[in-house]
């Protein structure tokens, strides 16, 4: 490789590195399903009660890992009305070793964590956001977990949408030791799970390291 060539690959690197937007790989997805009427009472926001742990609701879905992988971002979609949109979430991450196939042992949890905000897809009867959050790399072994979403918000109407995927759904009306089966009147939650998004300045480090290749080159 010449230097014009190895120049040329390290200006690309940088540009990729400040330019390209950062893509995470999906491990899990259930997207939503807004082909009919949601319904639902304000069962898994902050509105209802303290927040993580305290008394009120957390929706889950459950979700199977045939390898193991790291979770490192958590996406939901949610019915959003009023023009009120949520400021963060909490989550918490269960192993499915409970009776009857429900949660059981926590394996991680985080509260008051922000919020990246997209428009989501226009439902039947309300509009969607899609929300996601970043949370500290968690590495899972292949087996069935849940994931279960609060989110933290002033609008009483605000709640996670229904999933394509036909089962799945749990719902903590404590705060996460009594937990049912269903998400209010829907059998799945719209939720999905990515790896860790990349560090730009990995790539940003490649580019330094082929420029570095080139001068030597040049040198010799």
Request: charge should be neutral; hydrophobic fraction near 45%; charged fraction near 10%.
């Amino acid at each position: 490789m010449n230097r014009v060539t190895l120049a040329a690959v390290a200006a690309v690197c940088l540009l990729f590195a400040i330019a390209a937007p950062s893509r995470a790989a999906v491990i899990y997805s259930n997207v939503p399903d807004l082909s009919s009427s949601q319904l639902a009472n304000c069962a898994y926001n902050t509105v209802c009660g303290p927040k993580l742990f305290g008394r009120t609701a957390f929706a889950a879905q459950a979700f199977t890992l045939a390898a193991p992988a790291t979770v490192g971002v958590i996406s939901y979609n949610a019915i959003v009305s009023l023009g009120i949109y949520a400021t963060g979430a909490n989550y918490v991450i269960l192993s499915a070793d409970g009776a009857g196939g429900l949660p059981g042992t926590v394996v991680a949890h985080g509260a008051d964590i922000a919020l990246t905000v997209t428009t989501g897809p226009i439902g039947v009867n309300n509009p969607t956001t899609d929300y996601s959050f970043e949370i500290d790399p968690l590495w899972l072994a292949a087996g069935s977990y849940y994931v279960a979403i609060q989110d933290i918000t002033t609008n009483q109407f605000d709640f996670l949408s229904k999933g394509v995927a036909t089962s799945g759904a749990a719902q903590s009306n404590d705060g996460g030791s009594t937990w049912a089966l269903k998400y209010e009147v829907f059998t799945s939650v719209a939720v999905s799970l990515s790896t860790p998004l990349p560090e730009p300045t990995s790539m940003a480090l490649l580019g330094v390291g082929v420029a570095g290749l080139s001068l030597r080159r040049r040198r010799a």
